[in-house]
């Protein structure tokens, strides 16, 4: 797995390139927001990265930037690692299109796990949907004003369309699923981030409040202390 670090830092940049070595990972460093995004050019023939590692403090400008600039042309993964640990400033990453955050200093076995969380999701899911893709439709899950395209990965709300990254589709999608039931923490980490590792719960809420700034619904997405989390009608 080829994988990008955009780290200013560059003690922190050969440490973290020989602990993510040691681990199987070929990593290309870039010491800027240029040279981050000179790095994702497409190249003819040219091996892909499978997950950027976004630092925010940069030298020629934001990371927030930086991951904006990156998901306007791909749709690659990217994790964000930085000391900043206030949750506007994670909720506001996620809003960028960031698939997860983690601060600094971090554990080398949660950041690995994290690698690996964002990295098991299925290319495929990515691409649009082609003329003749012979896979089934799954229609649209409509609940209040509303409405989830399954099948284009599309939600409006009052007939605007709402942008959302990759996971807060999932999650959204999930919970739309079942409205009313509740989804166990457990049952939602590993369905939306494919894997059982407890440290992601942070990431889940995370998710949850961007979801619910963005959607401008609230109180859509109800906290069952202890279990979970449920769809409303916003209606009811």
């Not at 690659?76 to 997860?100: E, K, Q, W, Y």
């Not at 942070?202 to 700034?213: C, F, G, I, K």
Request: proline share 5%; charged share 25%.
């Amino acid at each position: 797995m080829r994988l990008l670090l955009v780290e200013d830092d560059t003690h922190v940049a050969a440490a973290l390139t020989a602990v993510l070595g040691r681990h199987g990972y070929t990593v290309v460093h870039a010491g800027s927001g240029e040279e981050a995004m000179q790095a994702l050019l497409p190249v003819v023939g040219g091996t892909p990265f499978s997950v950027v590692l976004l630092d925010l403090g940069l030298p020629d400008q934001d990371g927030f930037e930086v991951c904006g600039r990156i998901r306007r042309h791909s749709s690659i993964p990217v994790i964000m690692v930085t000391a900043r640990a206030d949750v506007r400033s994670r909720i506001h990453g996620l809003n960028l299109g960031a698939d997860d955050y983690v601060v600094k200093p971090y554990d080398t076995g949660e950041l690995l796990a994290r690698i690996h969380a964002v990295s098991r999701r299925h290319p495929v899911d990515d691409l649009p949907e082609q003329p003749g893709d012979d896979r089934p439709g799954r229609g649209v899950l409509h609940f209040g004003t509303v409405a989830v395209d399954l099948d284009t990965r599309r939600v409006q709300v009052d007939e605007e369309l709402v942008s959302l990254t990759r996971k807060e589709f999932d999650l959204l999608a999930l919970l739309a699923g079942r409205p009313g039931v509740v989804c166990r923490r457990e049952q939602i980490i590993s369905e939306v981030w494919q894997t059982s590792w407890e440290g992601t719960g942070r990431t889940l809420e995370v998710h949850v409040a961007s979801l619910r700034s963005k959607l401008g619904l609230p109180h859509l997405i109800e906290t069952v202390r202890g279990v979970g989390y449920r769809l409303i009608d916003p209606a009811g």
